[in-house]
Each structure stands twice: as structure tokens, then as C-alpha cells.
């Protein structure tokens, strides 16, 4: 058992210790307060982080569960008693030391109705937020997107001057914003969504029409054949048309274009001849969906299909890198230059439709620097490349 006095040192001990580690992250974080420069500096840095953090609740646009959690961080950006949030129909959010009037929507609808910011006194919001709340003076701000009103931000204080105004001026113009890109993203996902539905309807009196002659003229001469095709055809329209997610897997992908060359081999017999060299590390990739199958149906309808004898098909996938590259190459026909350069650019319809689109929706999902790279001349056959990021939190297959 330990004397008093060695007790009595120990616990001098760890008080000195735990001091010298207070100061220690005393001085860190002292430091580093400092280093970000003067006061006007760490004003700048604290909006922005504010702002940062109420931008992530309103990437959806203007939703009640959004507008509530970003509302907490605009309040304190203007430094209001209470901030209120709407759309056109109802209050979406209220953030503040006073309990949300029961009328607060009769405010928001003059400025609504008006579209101009309004300055509401204490007499005029009595009847609305009632007595003794603390809220006497209000600035209602209207958050415009492309030229229409489509709700308001508004700002409760005991007292309201020009610097509450212009703030409030300024967060309605960025709450607009990010409305703004919420229907943008809305917009370009609808976009994709009729691009799919574009390349189905490409897809289905062409290959269907096909495929079923085919599956036909093995029904008197190979039964069975016939039934393993048909369950092909069921497996490939299946995946083809189906109605949700708007991405996929390489590996989903060629497990769709295994059907189709299946099919297709059912009805060209030994012309065509298909070579594949896939690397396991990229199977998991995560792609648009049906952006590999259309690249394939090009090459049997502009390669194969347009010429005499035998046609060859050779489809590749391997890592890169940071990117899953895929090839697609024919030794059919082949295209101008100068022609397939229309087709991309939308000036040419009714052929090779499904490289526009697969190009298309690539540009849109990732940037112009991964579009199709085609090269191709007459007579010499075609060469498609795609580069697909392997990494894309953002996207789930």
C-alpha cells in the first residue's frame, strides 16, 4: 500500500501532465486560429463554412426536410431571431427562439405576390406572430429561379436595418441557386432517362424482329435450340427494358451482350465470328446502363450486316488506372470521318443513333473528355474506346 506521500506526489503528477497537454492543444489550436490570418479572414472563412454546410441540405431543392436543417445554418449566418422558409404552398422551415407564428404564410404570399423584398414593422406583424414573442421587425426576401418566384427567406429581428436586408437580399439569391442546380440535376436525369428509352425503342423492332425469325427457323429443325434461344431472348429483353436504375456493371453489361451475340449468332451462323479479352479486375466497374450493348449492335448492323463473308468482333475490357477502358472493334465497313462527326454532333438522324446517344450520355455523366473515342475510315472497319472512372461514390449500380 502506497504512503500518503508518494499519493500525494503521484496525483501532483498527473495535474502537471494534464496541464502541459492543455497547453499544449491550447497552443495548436491558438496557432492555428491564427494562421488564418486577420479578423476580416476568419469572418470570410466561418460564412463559408456556414454556407458549405447548409448547401449539402439543399441539393434536393426546396423540400421541407432540407430547408429545415439548412434553416439552421442561414439563421445564424444573419445572425436573426427566427428565419423563415417557404415555397409557394406552405412554410417549409422555422428556425428560432420564438415559437413559429400560426400565419407566418400571410407574409411570405405579399411577398409572393409582389416578388419584391418587403419590410414588415412591428404593427403589421401583431396580428400574425401575436404579443410578447420577441419578434417585432421582419425582412422577407423572394428566392427566384429562372425568372419565376418559387418561395421566400425571411428574417425575424428585434430590429431590422440595410445590412439585414442586403444579407437577406443575398441569401435568397443563393438559396435560388441551389434550386436552380437541383432542377438542372432533375433535368439531366430525365434527360437520361429518355435517352435509355430512346436507345429501347431503337433496340426493339430492329432486334426483335430479328431475333424471333431466328428463334423460328430452328423450331421444326432444332427444338431444343430453339428453347434455349427463346429463354435467351426473355433474359436479354428482360435487361434491356428494365425499369429501374439508371447505371449498371460492366459485368451486368456483357452478361447482356453475351445474349444478344447469341441471338445474333443464331441468325449469321459462321459469319460472324466474336473474340473477347476481359479483365476481372474491372468486371465491378459501374457504367451507364446500356451504354456497352449499343456499341456492340453497331458493329453486327454497320459491320457485319453491310458487307459479304465473314465478320469479326472483338471486345475488350481491361484496367487503366484510374479508368476501366472498354473497346468495341469490327472489321466491317467502316464510316467517313467527316460523316460520323455529324452523326455525333446530331446533324445526321436514323443511323448509328445508339453511338450518339451512348456518347451522349457519357459527356453528361462525366465530362466531355470521356465522350466516345471512334476511330474508323471507309473500308477499314471501326474502333470504339470508352474510359470510365472506376471510382463514383455518386453512383450506384
Known amino acids: 500500500m502506497l ?10 503528477a498527473v495535474v502537471l501532465v494534464t496541464l502541459v497537454v492543455v497547453a499544449v492543444l491550447g497552443f495548436r489550436f491558438s496557432r492555428s486560429y491564427r494562421d488564418l490570418g486577420s479578423d476580416a479572414d476568419r469572418a470570410t472563412y466561418a ?19 432540407g430547408a429545415s436543417r439548412a434553416a439552421r445554418h442561414l439563421r445564424g449566418l444573419l445572425r436573426c431571431q427566427a428565419l423563415l422558409m417557404t415555397d409557394t404552398g406552405g412554410v417549409l422551415a422555422w428556425d428560432g427562439t420564438a415559437p413559429e407564428p400560426a400565419d407566418a404564410m400571410l407574409l411570405a404570399r405579399e411577398v409572393l405576390a409582389s416578388g ?16 410578447g414573442n420577441g419578434l417585432t421587425e421582419a425582412v422577407i426576401a423572394p428566392i427566384r429561379v429562372n425568372g419565376r418566384v418559387v418561395g421566400t427567406v425571411g428574417a425575424f429581428a ?3 436595418n440595410a445590412g439585414l436586408v442586403r444579407a437577406t437580399n443575398e441569401v435568397g439569391a443563393w438559396v435560388a441557386t441551389q434550386a436552380e442546380l437541383a432542377e438542372l440535376d432533375s433535368s439531366r436525369t ?20 430479328n431475333s424471333l425469325n431466328a428463334i423460328a427457323s430452328f423450331i421444326n429443325t432444332d427444338p431444343e435450340r430453339a428453347r434455349e434461344l427463346v429463354v435467351e431472348f426473355a433474359d436479354f429483353t428482360r435487361y434491356s427494358f428494365r425499369r429501374h436504375g439508371d447505371f449498371t456493371t460492366v459485368a451486368e453489361e ?35 446502363f446500356l451504354s456497352l450493348q449499343p456499341l456492340v449492335e453497331n458493329a453486327v448492323r454497320h459491320g457485319l450486316d453491310s458487307k459479304d463473308g465473314t465478320g469479326n468482333i472483338t471486345i475488350t475490357a481491361h484496367d487503366a488506372g484510374a479508368y476501366a477502358e472498354v473497346t468495341v472493334e469490327d472489321d466491317g465497313v467502316g464510316m467517313d470521318p467527316e460523316r460520323l462527326r455529324a452523326v455525333l454532333a446530331g446533324h445526321v438522324d436514323g443511323v448509328h443513333v445508339g453511338l450518339r446517344n451512348v456518347d451522349s ?29 472506376k471510382s463514383q461514390p455518386d453512383h450506384q449500380a
Do not use: C, N
Request: aromatic share 4%; no cysteine.
Open 3 to 12: 504512503s500518503p506521500a508518494v499519493d500525494v506526489t503521484l496525483v501532483a
Open 158 to 160: 428585434l430590429s431590422v
Open 361 to 389: 450520355r457519357l459527356r453528361q455523366v462525366y465530362g466531355d473528355a470521356h465522350g466516345l473515342i471512334i476511330d474508323t475510315a471507309p473500308g477499314a472497319g471501326t474502333l470504339i474506346t470508352l474510359r470510365i472512372p
Open 47 to 65: 460564412t463559408l463554412h456556414t454556407v458549405a454546410l447548409a448547401s449539402e441540405h439543399l441539393r434536393t431543392g426546396l423540400t421541407p426536410s
Open 254 to 288: 456483357l452478361r447482356s451482350i453475351d445474349r444478344y451475340l447469341l441471338l445474333e449468332r443464331a441468325r449469321f451462323g459462321e459469319r460472324l465470328k466474336v473474340s473477347l479479352q476481359i479483365g476481372p479486375e474491372v468486371l465491378s466497374t459501374v457504367i451507364p
Open 190 to 209: 430525365q434527360l437520361m432517362e429518355a435517352e435509355v428509352r430512346a436507345l429501347r425503342a431503337q433496340i426493339s423492332p430492329h432486334f426483335i424482329y
Open 116 to 131: 419584391r423584398t418587403q419590410i414588415f414593422k412591428q404593427s403589421q406583424l401583431k396580428s400574425v406572430t401575436g404579443q
